[in-house]
């Protein structure tokens, strides 16, 4: 039973335009909700996260916006690269509880072009 | 800063061979992951160590799989015999800290294996 889920695999966005990423959770425990990127053949890189206590984070171009009464999660890319063509993971922890494990969704595809 | 280094980055085996995977963490970082990476998957977590102890393995399948990290820096992952299904990318990923809270985890480049 997938307790993050990415249900888009892929999405094309033209340069320049707003990229939407989107995920649902299903473990109301979670608390802490990261998002990863991924080259081919590198391992992920940390891109931002937000607490369960926040509905909203910003770090330059990239926005993050939870809804915790729907269990959904998205990543918003203002304007989108060429270069933020990547695969995005969302992953959630259970903060106060776990040892910080991360639950990862199976992943966007995300192409963006010039 | 050095990332985290993992060897060797591609492995061709058999089914029924064994197989073994090295990581080096981030210098300083007490925590240590094994994730497997199934094509089309996100990374799902196979063990947790805290220095040299393990935090938790409950995904890790012990029948085949065993990890150590005998002095709390270095690590290896190994799985014997391998299976068709165990195909996938493994990562080793560090943090500074775990244990109660979240600590920004950094991954290595994995290891992609394929059974044949």
């Known amino acids: 039973d997938q307790q993050v889920k990415q249900n888009s695999p892929s999405l094309s966005v033209q340069e320049g335009r707003i990229s939407i990423l989107n995920c649902d959770y299903t473990?109301?425990?979670?608390?802490?909700f990261l998002w990863y990127k991924k080259y081919p053949a590198e391992g992920p890189t940390f891109l931002i996260s937000?607490?369960?206590?926040?509905d909203k984070n910003e770090d330059g171009r990239f926005t993050v916006f939870l809804n915790k009464s729907a269990k959904h999660l998205s990543l918003h890319i203002v304007p989108s690269q060429p270069g933020d063509s990547a695969v995005y993971f969302c992953?959630?922890?259970?903060?106060?509880?776990?040892?910080?494990?991360?639950?990862f969704g199976k992943g966007t595809k995300l192409s963006v072009k010039p | 800063e050095a990332g985290v280094a993992q060897s060797p980055r591609y492995k061709i085996i058999e089914k029924r061979q064994s197989v073994a995977f090295w990581c080096n963490p981030i210098s300083g970082h007490a925590t240590l992951y094994w994730y497997q990476q199934i094509l089309g998957q996100g990374p799902k977590l196979l063990i947790q160590?805290?220095?040299?102890?393990?935090?938790?393995d409950s995904q890790l399948p012990k029948d085949r799989f065993s990890a150590e990290r005998l002095k709390g820096v270095d690590s290896t992952l190994k799985i014997q015999p391998a299976k068709l299904e165990d195909s996938a990318v493994y990562l080793c990923?560090?943090?500074?800290?775990?244990?109660?809270?979240?600590?920004?985890?950094?991954f290595g480049p994995g290891t992609r294996l394929t059974v044949l």
């Open positions: 473990n109301s425990m979670f608390d802490y």
């Open positions: 990923a560090s943090s500074l800290d775990g244990g109660r809270g979240w600590n920004e985890q950094f």
């Open positions: 992953a959630a922890s259970d903060y106060g509880g776990s040892q910080g494990n991360l639950i």
């Open positions: 160590f805290q220095n040299n102890g393990v935090v938790d």
């Open positions: 937000i607490s369960s206590i926040k």
